[in-house]
């Protein structure tokens, strides 16, 4: 079930978009616990009513570790990739339980790895949008892929 | 409890530690179904045994989640400060059952906030490390900070 | 705290109903992550809309083990029987967060078992209802069963 | 991302094999808590010494639950395919923590729907296996398709 | 399933065992997250090995859930009786994963309740033993239960 | 981050409050998963519209570790202390879903440890109280303390 592409198949430009998943009040408290981090703005309702968005936001952290795990099930695993990082995160809007988030993704770039021979660097746009098609979170993503040409005749 | 920190107030340079907390078989089965990402190097321990680490790694989706959990829960919420996003993670080293990690705050850069006058905007480097004090996360975290000199007075 | 229960004593017709529980939507969220069933049945409530029950449906995977976890809490262990599998298992309605199911449990077949002298056969009809008597569930239980009259004296 | 396949598509004796999971403790843990099911086969160790297995087995819920999983995630959804039920499941042998699962999908018969016009009634062969080979599970998923022939044209 | 007992029906010195359930390192996890306390002498295994036990202990708290889950799981509801608070919680020795619990109750002492006739207040003594008959927990239990006496004729 | 406090140190009457959490449905559903406790009270909506309160009340046993949570992860961990164990619990009002929770900390009294020399015997109440400023649980914690003037010079 693998689905193997070399860095030459990869083409700027390109996209998908992934399966939508509903962020629920039980994935916040699971989050909370996962992570520890019991901030009010996410685990205390009364402290939320004085804040600008009058109820609990999701984490950020949650939103990325969902949005990353609806890029993978989304579609079968790459065995010539290897992620290596990401070079920007942002939040430009907050995620409320309730909302339904899936992610556009997109590549953005491609270049020659310059330390390892036969491999390319990929950088990925991942776009989160939520039912409104507004984006609340924005990541780019460096994956380290195989190139075609390297392989051992 | 809160714990007010004005842009004015941060030093380039400075650090703190955070707890440390053991990564567990259970937090990477927890973490999977929460996120959905199933990818065999989190879930399947005879694919793994196939692969250089021979065992099953962390999500790294995971390492950030519980790294930002330590850091809020190891010091007061600041309410002068919102966190805007990350200009870099990288995973140098894998994390497996059974590490120990915490992470090392240091502040990194200041410089104004361009657009939103009375504000900085401060670069925190966190730098996971588990029980061999190796590197095995490095974030950099972008967070906006209210000046004291833009208080009303 | 065990109730023997030997073959013999099973009488044809007889019933048992189970305490009840409602199914909320923390138990749907834990199960997508717990069984990896992502379904947009079960996790995305905008794809929902669309279809024919207008929200989330629990997973039929949920509804079996929630029951099965009724009848065995429901009654004292017995040492004399064992679970051999189940001939069919049917959903003929949906359940939806904030039902609330009970299992209704009966005696519908005995015979000898051809291969294990000694031992019975007995057929469980196992019938989940929820708040409004509709049955959402209905399996055949196959339970292998020591005999009395094949114990030692 | 949806995956159409009608009836006439399916060929008999035609087979896939999903991915792999290894069942952990926590799975264990997890499932007695989400299902109800205490039974000390699941959750009292010491009880388990003096069974003929030594150790605590995997509830046969839970394997069900996870198998489902691995075949739904396995493959893009069919949206012509609705599941009706299981004609028979059986639990050949235990599953115990650290056990990794897979299931072979197989299409047993095809049969037209008696009393739903355009629609075929599919059997498929779910054959859970361990990292041995073994059978620990075996199902015959009934599901209903509709026909290419009875799309409106 | 109720088994309804009244005041008049204890007696002081009767006892019941419930059943065991083995305590695991998910178990730990999962509370350390459900509660928010992620003290190192529960979450930390690098800091456990310089205390005197060595290891990671579970949280006092999570043996008092489980223990009570025990005791009502064993036995069925009383609907003439409610819980009103405990008197003494202790815990003489630590508890570690992989060790299996159990609790003994007994009737410890009865009395009239002073402010509300028609109900004794009955103080149950919950003794929670590990694998080697050591006791882990002790609780002091008061629950008030209806007299028979006070029923309507 | 710890922070060493003595048994001289405490003033009896000195008081402190914690951050505030508010519990959910999707607590109560983990609290009965997680002890066990599946009476109809936390788990069955039905039963409860029959009782006083109308609707699903929140474990005791989960009151008691979120608040004890709250208490240790509002200040720093005191290498100097260690729980003993509870002189009292009790509920006087229920808790639901939606309720945010808090926990007041206040010294009741302080005595010599009549045993171990060196240290001092601390009860602390803890005292829960709602978003209506209502109590909801109150404890009387056991701490025994190091004595300063005990220590090593």
Same mark, same amino acid.
């Given at each position: 079930?693998?689905?193997?592409?070399?860095?030459?198949?990869?083409?700027?430009?390109?996209?998908?978009?992934?399966?939508?998943?509903?962020?629920?009040?039980?994935?916040?408290?699971?989050? %909370? +616990?996962?992570?520890?981090?019991?901030?009010?703005?996410?685990?205390?309702? &009364?402290?939320?009513?004085? /804040? @600008?968005?009058?109820?609990?936001?999701?984490?950020?952290?949650?939103?990325?570790?969902?949005?990353?795990?609806?890029?993978?099930?989304?579609?079968?695993?790459?065995?010539?990739?290897?992620?290596?990082?990401?070079?920007?995160?942002?939040?430009?809007?907050?995620?409320? %339980? +309730?909302?339904?988030?899936?992610?556009?993704?997109?590549?953005?770039?491609? &270049?020659?790895?310059?330390? /390892? @021979?036969?491999?390319?660097?990929?950088?990925?746009?991942?776009?989160?949008?939520?039912?409104?098609?507004?984006?609340?979170?924005?990541?780019?993503?460096?994956?380290?892929?195989?190139?075609?040409?390297?392989?051992?005749?």
């Amino acid at each position: 079930m693998d689905f193997p592409v070399f860095f030459e198949d990869f083409e700027i430009g390109s996209s998908r978009v992934t399966h939508a998943r509903t962020i629920t009040e039980a994935d916040i408290v699971f989050h %909370a +616990g996962h992570s520890g981090d019991f901030m009010p703005h996410h685990t205390d309702a &009364e402290f939320c009513k004085t /804040q @600008p968005f009058k109820k609990i936001v999701a984490h950020g952290t949650m939103t990325f570790a969902i949005a990353i795990g609806l890029t993978v099930s989304s579609q079968p695993l790459n065995p010539h990739g290897m992620s290596y990082g990401y070079n920007k995160i942002r939040y430009p809007r907050p995620v409320f %339980a +309730g909302d339904t988030i899936k992610v556009n993704v997109k590549i953005l770039s491609k &270049e020659d790895h310059a330390k /390892q @021979p036969g491999h390319g660097i990929l950088i990925e746009a991942k776009e989160v949008t939520n039912q409104h098609d507004e984006v609340v979170m924005y990541a780019e993503h460096v994956i380290i892929v195989e190139k075609r040409s390297a392989q051992k005749t």
